[in-house]
């Protein structure tokens, strides 16, 4: 069982910045790819980045690409995602989700992953 704690949400003006933390609490070996979605009011629940815990890949929505970064701190069991360059539609709810597998077929697809935290809000404002 894993338990996933987010924070660092919060509101930003256009072009600012915020970095969401991940806590994961429980069995290490049942969060082998970790993974950042997030969910506007109306619309689906979207992928917007993934890592390998070993540090050997990392995946992104073309949406964040060159803007978002996710990393971990393996020391602290914790996920980060850093936003830069945010932008009014970047406004959603913000979950952190953990996958029992390596190597996902498709690292950004919501039935991949088998653990989510309760999500933190980013609103970004023009």
């Known amino acids: 069982q894993v338990q996933l704690v987010e924070s660092g949400g919060g509101s930003v003006q256009a072009g600012g910045s915020l970095r969401l933390s991940c806590a994961v609490f429980g069995s290490p070996y049942s969060s082998n790819s970790m993974g950042w979605f997030r969910q506007a009011p109306g619309k689906e629940r979207e992928g917007v980045a993934s890592?390998?815990?070993?540090?050997?890949?990392?995946y992104y929505a073309d949406s964040v690409k060159d803007r978002f970064t996710i990393s971990q701190d393996n020391a602290k069991n914790t996920v980060y995602l850093q936003m830069n360059s945010l932008k009014p539609e970047d406004t959603a709810m913000y979950y952190c989700a953990a996958a029992e597998r390596f190597r996902l077929t498709s690292p950004l697809a919501r039935y991949e992953y088998n653990y989510w935290g309760q999500g933190t809000q980013v609103t970004v404002s023009s």
């Open positions: 890592i390998y815990t070993d540090g050997s890949s990392t």
